[in-house]
């Protein structure tokens, strides 16, 4: 895979789980969903792909998702069957902290 | 990065929960996004380059916001009270249009031109009466969401743009994704063109909060309507808050049980009211929020524990905090600058600065304030105290200048509104021969109670040097306000100055 910007909108090849890049490290990122590689919304993924079972947990909508080291933070904005990794490491889902809100 | 991305994020996760709410009307997420995909066709089809508002809040309002970023053009709330001259030149601006209006307006204004003029009631008939599934919107962030004219205190009106990018991050950095209880219900009462009506609709589409809409802000009006609707939460600027108390303090009791959080913004909140306001509402959380409309909104808060502790505390510095704007959002950084605009040392007063990814700062078709490395100059002057709490002394141009001293207006009002005798208080400079300026201070004193001159000028001189001492001090029955909660320096300086 390339590499990814903030704000970058991408899809599972897979599934229907769609991300929003919120952090990524620099360099070249290998984003999987359901195992295989995300691509670009707009994009039509490879049909020949299939879900793979060890990524199927699901993702959610709203909820954030992030690499171990924290360098690689997603938002799902559409939920599917697959489960997001990089490099093959699943991604956890980041605890939702009480955001200081005045609205 | 478009604000559809999180109307359809609130459809997927709770289509059916109520958006909005006016009178008797409702749109729910689904219908809200529905109703975004037909204004956009509406716009397509009409050619123009805005669409454009000139109403109190309707449900129009949601409609066209979401409408608009749908179909990737900029959303121009206006100031409905505008006419004449000052309106055509606003129009001037953002012409072709399409421009939603009351009904008896459509005819005088569509007659101006590159202006379509619609009704409010049509505009959102068709868009209900629509069916078609949203289409496809342009994900550009830099796309512009909304332009905003400011309230400008010399010269004409400009507009502040606010990007997709502004408000998305703005959201996505305060807001946690449907957070909010199916009961969870938030008052909206200021105006469409103000930068607080505009976050609280995008935050409570993302967070799943329902909104009820106040057109037209009245004390007895803004309770009864919490009190039918349970509203939970609510934003009001601090003029509307010393009405409420009033109101409420005038009946005999406080019937608003589901009322959980109180946020307040737009201008100073003056220390009385607060305390009042505290009183009155015991165990609901209140939230000051600061911010500005180039900041798409809140930059810094003093949130509840917050107002709490300072309430309770004998700490002097802790018990000021209750007058602070509390500590920046954590997605920001914010900075005290001298007038060279190089960083001031620790607890000294200068310019706020502001750094971040809501941060906007551009104007249409004028040179941005911003500098290369992203730093927002906002006119506004403050200091952080010893804890990080800001505090804010009024805008860098209501700065009075005597005898080569600048003196800030916003610590004289301080000290004056902490008489007891004292509701509200304006500070300005007035042109003197001998000094330059001196200080000049309109006071509001609580009703049934009696100061006179000598004694507030007295008070101030024990706290604050002599020359921080209001030279002239007038007693009115009010303060110049605008609608969006700022103290009108300028008036209260223009009408002493003509008095002589």
């Known amino acids: 895979m390339a590499e990814l910007k903030p704000g970058a909108r991408l899809r599972s090849s897979v599934c229907n789980t769609e991300v929003m890049v919120v952090l990524t490290p620099s360099g070249d990122v290998e984003l999987q969903c359901g195992g295989a590689s995300m691509i670009a919304l707009g994009t039509d993924p490879d049909a020949s792909l299939s879900l793979s079972a060890d990524f199927s947990q699901g993702t959610q909508v709203g909820k954030r998702y992030v690499s171990e080291a924290g360098d690689l933070e997603v938002l799902c904005t559409k939920p599917g069957e697959g489960s997001i990794s990089l490099g093959g490491a699943a991604l956890q889902i980041k605890g939702a902290k009480p955001l200081p809100s005045s609205d | ?181 199916e009961s969870d219900t938030g008052l909206v009462c200021v105006p469409p063109y103000h930068i607080a009506g505009v976050a609280a609709l995008v935050s409570s589409v993302y967070s799943g909060r329902r909104i009820v809409q106040l057109p037209r802000f009245d004390a007895e009006a803004w309770i009864e309507l919490a009190r039918s609707e349970h509203v939970t939460n609510a934003f009001v600027v601090p003029t ?134 992203g730093w927002f100059p906002t006119r506004d002057s403050g200091y952080f105290d010893g804890g990080g709490y800001l505090f804010l002394e009024g805008r860098i141009d209501d700065v009075i200048v005597r005898g080569g001293e600048n003196l800030s207006p916003g610590e004289i009002e301080d000290v004056l509104l902490s008489h007891e005798a004292v509701a509200d208080a304006a500070v300005v400079g007035v042109p003197d021969v001998q000094w330059g300026e001196v200080v000049a201070a309109v006071v509001v004193l609580h009703g049934g109670v009696d100061a006179d001159v000598e004694e507030l000028q007295a008070f101030v001189r024990e706290r604050l040097r002599s020359s921080r001492t209001p030279q002239s001090i007038e007693f009115w029955h009010e303060l110049p306000y605008n609608e969006t909660g700022k103290l009108l320096r300028r008036v209260v300086r223009a009408e002493l100055v003509a008095d002589g």
């Open chain 2, 1 to 181: 990065m478009n604000l559809m991305m999180l109307l359809e994020m609130a459809v997927t996760g709770a289509g059916d929960r109520v958006a909005v709410k006016n009178g008797g009307d409702t749109l729910d997420y689904a219908q809200l996004m529905t109703g975004a995909a037909a204004v956009a066709q509406t716009l397509q089809q009409a050619g123009v380059e805005h669409l454009a508002m000139l109403d109190e809040s309707s449900l129009a309002l949601p409609l066209g916001l979401f409408g608009s970023a749908h179909a990737g053009l900029p959303f121009v709330p206006l100031n409905y009270r505008l006419t004449g001259g000052e309106l055509e030149s606003l129009l001037a601006q953002i012409s072709p249009a399409l421009l939603v209006t009351g009904a008896e307006r459509v005819e005088e204004v569509g007659r101006l031109p590159g202006i379509q003029a619609v009704s409010r009631d049509d505009f959102i008939a068709r868009a209900r009466a629509a069916s078609d599934p949203a289409g496809e919107w342009p994900m550009d962030p830099d796309q512009i969401a909304v332009l905003l004219f400011t309230s400008g205190t010399t010269g004409a009106p400009k507009a502040a743009v606010i990007r997709h990018k502004h408000l998305v991050s703005y959201v996505l950095g305060s807001v946690e994704f449907m957070a909010a209880d």
């Open chain 2, 240 to 373: 509307m808050l010393a009405r409420i108390i009033e109101a409420l303090e005038r009946s005999a009791t406080v019937d608003l049980p589901r009322l959980r959080a109180l946020s307040y913004g737009g201008g100073k909140m003056p220390l009385s009211v607060i305390q009042r306001g505290m009183a009155l509402f015991q165990g609901v959380d209140f939230t000051n929020a600061y911010g500005l409309t180039e900041t798409s909104s809140t930059i810094s808060i003093l949130g509840p524990d917050d107002h709490r502790r300072a309430a309770a505390s004998s700490d002097p510095e802790e018990q000021r905090r209750l007058v602070s704007v509390g500590t920046p959002l954590p997605a920001l950084e914010v900075e005290i600058r001298d007038e060279d605009g190089k960083p001031v040392e620790s607890g000294a007063r200068g310019e706020i600065y502001v750094r971040g990814e809501q941060v906007s700062g551009e104007y249409l078709g004028r040179r941005t304030t911003v500098s290369g490395d």
